[in-house]
């Protein structure tokens, strides 16, 4: 199986690898552009970056799946705060279909500082007094004490974005997602 991931992002990658390990995937790292804000900050425009990358590797690539992650930040009605929120989507060329990965309430510091129109990635760097923590245990990570990293948390929604295009349950049914 070809797997066309759109991020060059290692730690992207390696959530589509891990994921996907029982497929044995063969996974290219491909360099697309999001078509989103770098930092998004709604659900929507996050899932938007998603489905874009997984659209736009695959139709660079002679893979048979295209797989797009984005992460982003979002105000959740029903939630207070602000929470980072990942997102998943995954093609096949036909089919396009969507999944979410861990919500993570940001605390005041952060929230306040994206607010102000920072991205995340370089609040957490200068939170944690560090360099690339996207590229790493990312702020999932780091705002958990380890008990989840970005890799874990992006795995869970590649495999509930993945999941319906190998799923018998979503073939043939009038709930299939299409493009």
């Given at each position: 199986?070809r797997?066309?991931?759109?991020s060059?992002?290692?730690?992207?990658?390696?959530?589509?690898?891990r994921t996907?390990?029982?497929?044995e995937?063969?996974?290219?790292s491909v360099?697309?552009?999001?078509?989103?804000?770098e930092?998004?900050r709604?659900?929507?425009?996050?899932?938007t970056?998603a489905e874009n990358r997984?659209?736009?590797?695959l139709?660079?690539?002679?893979a048979d799946y295209?797989?797009?992650?984005?992460?982003?930040?979002a105000r959740?009605d029903?939630v207070?705060g602000?929470s980072?929120?990942?997102?998943?989507?995954?093609?096949?060329?036909?089919r396009l279909?969507?999944?979410?990965g861990?919500t993570l309430?940001?605390?005041?510091e952060?929230?306040?500082?994206l607010?102000?129109?920072?991205?995340?990635g370089?609040?957490?760097?200068?939170?944690?007094d560090a360099?690339?923590?996207a590229?790493?245990?990312?702020?999932?990570?780091?705002?958990?004490g380890?008990?989840?990293?970005?890799?874990?948390?992006?795995?869970e929604a590649?495999a509930c974005?993945?999941?319906?295009?190998?799923?018998?349950?979503?073939?043939?049914?009038?709930?299939v997602c299409w493009?």
């Amino acid at each position: 199986m070809r797997i066309a991931v759109g991020s060059t992002n290692p730690v992207k990658v390696e959530a589509v690898e891990r994921t996907l390990e029982r497929f044995e995937p063969n996974v290219t790292s491909v360099g697309v552009d999001s078509g989103v804000s770098e930092q998004p900050r709604s659900i929507e425009e996050t899932v938007t970056g998603a489905e874009n990358r997984a659209r736009r590797a695959l139709s660079t690539t002679d893979a048979d799946y295209g797989v797009g992650l984005e992460g982003g930040v979002a105000r959740i009605d029903g939630v207070p705060g602000l929470s980072l929120v990942m997102w998943a989507a995954a093609t096949d060329g036909r089919r396009l279909e969507r999944g979410s990965g861990p919500t993570l309430r940001l605390p005041a510091e952060v929230a306040d500082r994206l607010d102000s129109g920072a991205e995340l990635g370089p609040v957490m760097d200068d939170l944690l007094d560090a360099d690339g923590i996207a590229e790493s245990e990312g702020a999932a990570g780091a705002l958990t004490g380890g008990l989840t990293d970005r890799t874990q948390a992006l795995g869970e929604a590649v495999a509930c974005a993945f999941g319906p295009l190998r799923s018998a349950y979503y073939r043939d049914r009038s709930d299939v997602c299409w493009d």
